[in-house]
C-alpha cells in the first residue's frame, strides 16, 4: 500500500489534462456551438477530442476510454465477489478440494449481484449530478472516495497496531463513518429531495456544519479504529482478530 502510493502520478497526469485544454483554449478562443457547450465544464475535453483531434485518434481516445473503463469493472466485480464468498464461505471451504465448480456459479452469482448494487449506485450518482450540474465530474468521483478510504485506513491500522480489537466493532465504525460522510457531503440531500423528501433535505442542510473533505480520511480511520479497540476491550471476540494476526 505505501508503494501504491507512487501511481498517484497517473492522478496528477490525468488532472494535467485539464490544465492543458485551459491553455489550449486560451489560445485557440472558442465561438459559436463550441463555446456554447462550455456552459458545462465537464463538456471541454469531450468536445475537444470531438472537435479538435483528427479522425482516427479520436477514436483510438474514445476506446482507451471504454477498455480503461472496462477493465477496471469487471476487476472490481471479481474483487468483491471474491471477496463476498471469503467472508461468506472461509477460505478452506473456498479452496477445498472438489468445490471449484460450486464456488465458479456462486462467484457468478456475486459478480451478477454485485453488478446490480454498482448499478444502482451509479443510476443514483447520476440523480446527485442532474440535481446539482454545476458540480464537476472530477470532485465527484475525489468525493466518493471518501466513504471508503478512511475505514480502509482503519483497518488496516488495526491489523498492524498491537491492540485488540473486535472485527464487530471495526464493522460499526465503519457504518458510523460512512453515515458520517454522507452527513457532511452533498449527495444526502440532493437524494433526499430527489425522492420527494424536500423538507428533509432541507434540514440536513440548516442543521450540518461545514467539514473540508480532507478531515473526512483521518476522522473516518480513527473512528473506525477507536470502535474497533473499544469493541475488543469490551468483548471477547477481540481475541480471534488477534490470533489472525499473529498467524
Not at 471495526?170 to 437524494?191: K, Q
Request: charge should be neutral; charged fraction near 15%; proline fraction near 4%.
Amino acid at each position: 500500500m505505501c508503494w501504491s502510493s507512487v501511481s498517484i502520478i497517473v492522478t496528477v497526469l490525468m488532472l494535467a489534462v485539464g490544465a492543458g485544454l485551459f491553455a489550449w483554449y486560451r489560445v485557440y478562443e472558442p465561438s459559436g456551438l463550441i463555446a456554447a457547450s462550455f456552459e458545462k465544464s465537464n463538456n471541454v475535453f469531450p468536445t475537444w477530442i470531438t472537435m479538435e483531434v483528427p479522425p482516427g485518434l479520436s477514436g483510438l481516445i474514445l476506446a482507451g476510454a471504454f477498455a480503461a473503463a472496462i477493465s477496471s469493472l469487471d476487476s472490481i466485480l471479481a474483487a468483491l465477489s471474491q471477496a463476498s464468498l471469503s467472508v461468506f464461505y472461509g477460505r478452506d471451504k473456498l479452496e477445498a478440494a472438489g468445490k471449484g465448480r460450486e464456488m465458479v456459479r456462486l462467484s457468478r452469482i456475486v459478480v451478477c449481484v454485485w453488478g446490480v448494487i454498482l448499478t444502482a449506485a451509479g443510476l443514483g450518482l447520476w440523480v446527485v449530478y442532474k440535481k446539482n450540474p454545476d458540480s464537476d465530474l472530477i470532485g465527484l468521483a475525489f468525493g466518493m472516495v471518501a466513504y471508503t478510504y478512511g475505514p480502509l485506513l482503519g483497518v488496516l491500522a488495526a491489523a498492524i497496531l498491537p491492540l485488540r480489537v473486535s472485527t464487530k466493532g471495526l464493522i460499526l465504525g465503519t457504518i458510523i463513518s460512512v453515515l458520517l460522510v454522507s452527513w457532511f457531503r452533498p449527495e444526502l440531500p440532493l437524494l433526499l429531495d430527489s425522492i420527494g423528501l424536500a423538507a428533509w433535505a432541507q434540514q440536513v442542510i440548516v442543521l450540518r456544519p461545514e467539514l473540508t473533505s480532507e478531515w473526512f480520511f483521518p476522522l473516518n480511520a480513527s473512528m473506525t479504529l477507536l470502535c474497533g479497540w473499544l469493541g475488543g476491550l469490551l468483548g471477547s471476540s477481540g481475541e480471534s482478530f488477534s490470533v489472525d494476526k499473529q498467524r
